[in-house]
Structure formats: C-alpha cells, structure tokens
C-alpha cells in the first residue's frame, strides 16, 4: 500500500498520510487549506483509485 501511496501526488499523499495517521476531515482542511468538503471528496478519489492500483497488481 505504502508503494501505491509514494506514487501519488504531493498533496494527494499528505491528505491520505494524515488520514492514515488519524486526523480529522477539519483537522486535514485546516493544514491543506482546502475546504472540509473538498477534503473528503479528495479522500474518497485517492481511497478509490489506491483500490483500483492495488487490484491491477494482483
């Protein structure tokens, strides 16, 4: 998973990462400056396509 996450974006990869490390969708909005909202549907993107590349490679 760590491989799939490294091949991210920068900002794709800080918002998983924090997630990851259990911070909150404001928590997150706040360090990005990125609204809660955009924050989530970024999340659910980056969620999905690291399923999607996991599933290529098996």
């Known amino acids: ?3 799939l996450i ?3 974006s920068k900002i794709d990869k800080a918002i998983i990462l924090m997630w990851l490390d259990e ?3 404001d ?3 706040e360090v990005t400056g990125f609204s809660r ?3 989530a549907t970024r999340l659910r993107r980056i969620k ?3 399923v999607e590349e996991g599933k290529r490679e098996d």
Request: glycine share 0%.
């Open 23 to 25: 911070r909150s969708y």
């Open 37 to 39: 909202n955009n924050v």
């Open 27 to 29: 928590e997150i909005a």
């Open 48 to 50: 999905q396509r690291l």
């Open 6 to 8: 490294s091949q991210l």
């Open 1 to 3: 998973m760590y491989r």
